[in-house]
């Protein structure tokens, strides 16, 4: 084994993948972590909201 190659046989060096550092710069990635964490806390509350509605409305009645 002389070293590690790609399915081309060329060495596999030549081909590196972006860093976490380097992706963790992307602005493009903090916009879709946003948006994610956005659409989740709404989401949640809106649950929360409606169960809290819920429980209060039976616990009137």
Request: hydrophobic share 50%; proline share 2%.
């Amino acid at each position: 084994m002389t070293g590690a190659t790609d399915s081309d046989g060329g060495a596999a060096e030549d081909t590196r993948r972006p860093s976490v550092a380097a992706v963790a710069r992307d602005r493009r990635v903090w916009l879709i972590l946003a948006v994610v964490a956005g659409l989740l806390v709404c989401c949640c509350s809106a649950v929360v909201g409606t169960l809290i509605a819920l429980s209060s409305g039976l616990l009137a009645a």
